[in-house]
């Protein structure tokens, strides 16, 4: 009598496994990115782009600005008579994205944001110390969720996230 073995082989167990695999990474690719996590990026980008403007500034002994628009935002230089649109990377003129508003405070004051080509100047200067005009950007998605980035006087970097879970 022959004696057969039942049972499936490691081989045939490795490829059931990477065909799991393969089709939960589709899935995952396939979900959209939730606004949450572009709200996050979109903070983030901006936070590390102010603070390296202003680590610029210091090390070149320069002043620079900082215009947001109702769109985006863009970065200036001082030429030492007037301010030129930077347009080297990584400082080039950035958009937001559209299902994400933007509500801006100088100073203790909400200003309204303007059409990009309206902007001739910015309206937040970084100056060669350090130091920046204070403000603070916040943006806000569809559900309400909200980062707030604040920076003072010094330039120091407060972020605040409120996310709505519906």
Do not use: C
């Not at 680590?55 to 600005?65: K, M, N, P, Y």
């Not at 007037?82 to 937001?96: G, L």
């Amino acid at each position: 009598m022959k004696n057969k073995k039942q049972g499936f082989t490691l081989i045939e167990i490795m490829v059931v496994v990477v065909i799991a695999a393969i089709l939960m990474g589709a899935v995952a690719i396939s979900f959209p990115d939730s606004s949450n996590d572009r709200l996050k990026e979109q903070s983030a980008r901006f936070s590390a782009l102010v603070s390296l403007a202003q680590d610029e500034a210091i090390l070149q002994s320069r002043d620079f600005g900082l215009s947001i628009n109702d769109a985006g935002y863009s970065f200036y230089r001082w030429s030492g008579s007037a301010w030129e649109a930077y347009s080297d990377k990584p400082f080039t003129s950035r958009k937001i994205t559209e299902d994400i508003q933007t509500e801006v405070v100088l100073e203790g004051v909400e200003i309204k944001l303007l059409k990009p080509e309206k902007i001739k100047k910015p309206q937040i200067v970084i100056f060669s110390s350090g130091e920046m005009t204070s403000f603070i950007y916040t943006l806000i998605n569809q559900d309400k969720s909200s980062a707030t980035i604040k920076f003072d006087g010094a330039g120091n970097l407060e972020q605040v996230f409120k996310f709505n879970e519906e």
